[in-house]
């Protein structure tokens, strides 16, 4: 996996008050240029280059706080004006970023490539010496989008795109969370993953507030064709159409892909001992899926990898959301966990029989992505074929529960001290118990225990069952509500459990 998003653009800058940036909506007419499908369409009949991966000074050798201590200036590589309403600027390479990325920005005469130079970029003298006048090879490592979030003379971040095919964005009163990617390729499988990587973007001119971002990818196994439509506000909304062409046979493509990070939660809160009881970007996968119901999986930290495909057939939405969202819930002043978005993708056509797959890596501290889901289809992607996969990627803080049926609130389990190799589980669901049974299963392993009943003060209603796992090492847990008549009253809940790191339930 890659590192934590703390270098992806920096860390999340002040926001900068930028009077007289404001240029003429009026967009000039664009010459023609080769468009940046047709460029990929090339890249993919020829055989893969690799990066050399190699940089000249000043960007060679860096350390993370020297990486942090180069800052693109303001007029040269920051703050350059797009339109009324956008700002763009201009990301070094460095450290976990050598390979460069070509950047177009809009002109009089149509799109004009920007050209590296070490004059774009302050390097602050606690690190550097004398900077060179030119740096051969070196390109852009990406860039950060700044448009007026929150207010309307204030450009704040809104978008980064950097790293492989990284991309992060937030919407109004968000800290960067999530990351989502163009592709995924072998993720959680027995091969090291591939990560296919930007290497050319363009930006367009602004249209009626929305700005279009197209992007070319390249790796070993595919190239690609990013179009991005990006429309900020409460939410940020992203219509995409992701073009893959494979090189050779591809049947571990990961569509649409979400990247997060899950340390601990109440689900199994031993896994780090810290002054704080949640420790996340994100907390649940939620699908809608072809069939019409919604699948609701607390994610885990496992003590080893773990991978779940959830079969589906004309998906209707996925993503990994980040529920609770008051401070108390996380107590981490600097973090803001609890303003962090959540991410979901609604497919725009539909995307036939396949997968959603959540991966789920082992890690001890918060520092490493290690949540992974997204969509594969069932059928492999041939060589010298093209695949489109349009949908709608939406940031947000909005609760999930926004549904017909009776949402989730909360999951949480622990030993149940006094039987031994058993595992309590409670499930809080909103609204009223009367009339309900729960339908609950465990593959393998026994439950018992389960009760219905309603929470004091009117809180909705819990589910509370007792697992015995017997000698298995994991049982997939599946849980719902049904009325009288057998009709399904809440979302299908499902948890995967795993043995602890110490053996135990």
């Not at 369409?41 to 960007?59: C, E, I, K, M, S």
Request: proline residues 10%; charged residues 25%.
């Amino acid at each position: 996996m890659m590192r934590r998003r703390d270098l992806l653009g920096g860390a999340l800058a002040a926001a900068a008050l930028v009077p007289g940036l404001r240029l003429s909506a009026q967009t000039p007419a664009l010459a023609p240029v080769q468009t940046l499908i047709e460029a990929a369409r090339a890249l993919a009949a020829q055989a893969y280059v690799a990066p050399t991966g190699d940089l000249p000074p000043p960007f060679a050798g860096l350390t993370y706080d020297s990486y942090r201590a180069i800052r693109p200036v303001a007029g040269r590589a920051a703050m350059l004006p797009l339109g009324a309403d956008y700002a763009v600027d201009l990301l070094p390479p460095g450290l976990f970023f050598p390979d460069p990325v070509s950047i177009d920005l809009p002109s009089d005469t149509g799109f004009r490539s920007i050209d590296l130079t070490p004059d774009l970029f302050d390097f602050h003298e606690r690190y550097f010496d004398t900077i060179p006048d030119t740096a051969p090879g070196a390109g852009f490592s990406g860039l950060r989008l700044r448009h007026p979030l929150n207010a309307p003379d204030v450009l704040d971040e809104v978008l980064v795109v950097q790293g492989a095919s990284y991309f992060r964005a937030i919407g109004r009163a968000m800290a960067y969370g999530l990351s989502a990617r163009a592709v995924a390729l072998g993720t959680g499988g027995p091969v090291p993953e591939e990560f296919p990587r930007f290497t050319h973007l363009r930006l367009h001119p602004p249209v009626a507030g929305t700005i279009r971002l197209e992007a070319v990818i390249d790796s070993p196994s595919l190239a690609g064709h990013v179009d991005m439509i990006l429309r900020p506000g409460a939410d940020t909304v992203m219509d995409m159409a992701v073009a893959i062409l494979p090189r050779r046979e591809i049947a571990d493509i990961g569509v649409a892909p979400l990247t997060s990070m899950y340390l601990k939660g109440p689900m199994r809160a031993a896994v780090s001992d810290d002054f704080r009881p949640r420790v996340h970007d994100s907390d649940v996968l939620m699908v809608r899926n072809g069939a019409g119901e919604t699948l609701w999986r607390p994610i885990a930290n496992p003590a080893r990898v773990e991978t779940s495909a959830l079969q589906d057939d004309g998906p209707r939405a996925f993503g990994l959301w980040q529920t609770p969202r008051a401070f108390e819930d996380f107590e981490d002043s600097e973090a803001r966990y609890h303003d962090r978005p959540s991410a979901t993708v609604e497919p725009q056509e539909d995307w036939g029989r396949g997968a959603v797959v959540l991966v789920e890596i082992p890690t001890g501290d918060e520092f490493m992505d290690n949540i992974v889901a997204f969509w594969r289809p069932e059928a492999p992607l041939a060589a010298g074929s093209e695949h489109r996969f349009a949908y709608r990627l939406t940031w947000t803080r909005r609760d999930p529960g926004a549904d017909a049926l009776m949402p989730l609130r909360q999951s949480r389990s622990g030993r149940e001290h006094d039987r031994p190799g058993t595992r309590r589980f409670v499930v809080d669901f909103a609204g009223p118990p009367e009339g309900l049974v729960a339908d609950l299963s465990a593959t393998p392993g026994e439950v018992s225990g389960a009760s219905v009943f309603a929470l004091p003060e009117g809180r909705g209603t819990r589910v509370t069952f007792l697992l015995t796992p017997g000698a298995a090492d994991s049982c997939d847990l599946r849980l719902v509500l049904r009325d009288a008549g057998g009709a399904p009253a809440t979302p299908v809940w499902l948890y995967r459990w795993t043995r602890a790191r110490d053996g135990g339930v």
